[in-house]
T-cell receptor, first 118, second 113 residues
Framework: DVKVTQSSRYLVKRTGEKVFLECVQD?????MFWYRQDPGLGLRLIYF???????EKGDIPEGYSVSREKKERFSLILESASTNQTSMYLC?????????????????FGPGTRLTVL | GNSVTQMEGPVTLSEEAFLTINCTYT??????LFWYVQYPGEGLQLLLK?????DKGSNKGFEATYRKETTSFHLEKGSVQVSDSAVYFC????????????FGAGTILRVKS
């Protein structure tokens, strides 16, 4: 059974703290993603990684950084948490499939981390 | 840029009612289209997909047809169940290699017994 796991389901942090959200997948997928989910806005892509140590900014990267030292693990870092980063954070992974020009690769999602910044 | 617009919810239906959730998109090129579902307390999971115009995706009694002429991908089900209560997201493939997704805002579906 394929699996994407996230380190915490619920997290409460203080403004200014450094926060680490961890994601691990067991499917040997090349691609990994971090999204935030907010009511009325759907999912918005924060960062994307297509290989170890490779990353690409998504639509809302400000205030976030990422790390991918191993293929199975993708970390999202909030350098100095702020109240407007209170949200649900979802990690996903997908295969590179048949190659870079293959236009469809299903993304598999973790259960999410609900982060509250006070 | 690419974008997805979904009908606003929540949508509240009685069991066995017919369901339609509208989805329209704006995109360059020929994206693939998807419906994902999020059950309470869980992450998203793929419900169905269509990769080219006139394709019909189907799964668990849900269907959606890729309509290029109306840039739409409406989700339908003939008879909903209480267990279908969830949030439904329409999405399209994006990015240089099509391996990113652009999501709509999501539509909450509530089915009453």
């Amino acid at each position: 059974d394929v699996k994407v796991t996230q380190s915490s389901r619920y997290l409460v942090k203080r403004t200014g703290e450094k926060v680490f959200l961890e994601c691990v997948q067991d499917m040997d997928h090349e691609n990994m993603f971090w999204y935030r989910q907010d009511p009325g806005l759907g999912l918005r892509l924060i960062y994307f990684s297509y290989d170890v140590k490779m990353k690409e900014k998504g639509d809302i990267p400000e205030g976030y950084s990422v790390s991918r030292e191993k293929k199975e693990r993708f970390s999202l870092i909030l350098e100095s948490a702020s109240t407007n980063q209170t949200s649900m954070y979802l990690c996903a992974s997908s295969s590179a499939g048949l190659g870079p020009h293959y236009s469809y690769n299903e993304q598999f999602f973790g259960p999410g981390t609900r982060l509250t910044v006070l | 840029g690419n974008s997805v617009t979904q009908m606003e919810g929540p949508v509240t239906l009685s069991e066995e009612a017919f369901l339609t959730i509208n989805c329209t998109y704006t995109a360059t090129g020929y994206p693939s289209l998807f419906w994902y579902v999020q059950y309470p307390g869980e992450g998203l999971q793929l419900l169905l997909k269509a990769t080219k115009a006139d394709d019909k995706g189907s799964n668990k009694g849900f269907e959606a047809t890729y309509r290029k002429e109306t840039t739409s991908f409406h989700l339908e089900k003939g008879s909903v169940q209480v267990s279908d209560s969830a949030v439904y997201f329409c999405a399209l493939s994006s990015g240089k290699y099509g391996n990113k997704l652009v999501f709509g805002a999501g539509t909450i579906l509530r089915v009453k017994s």
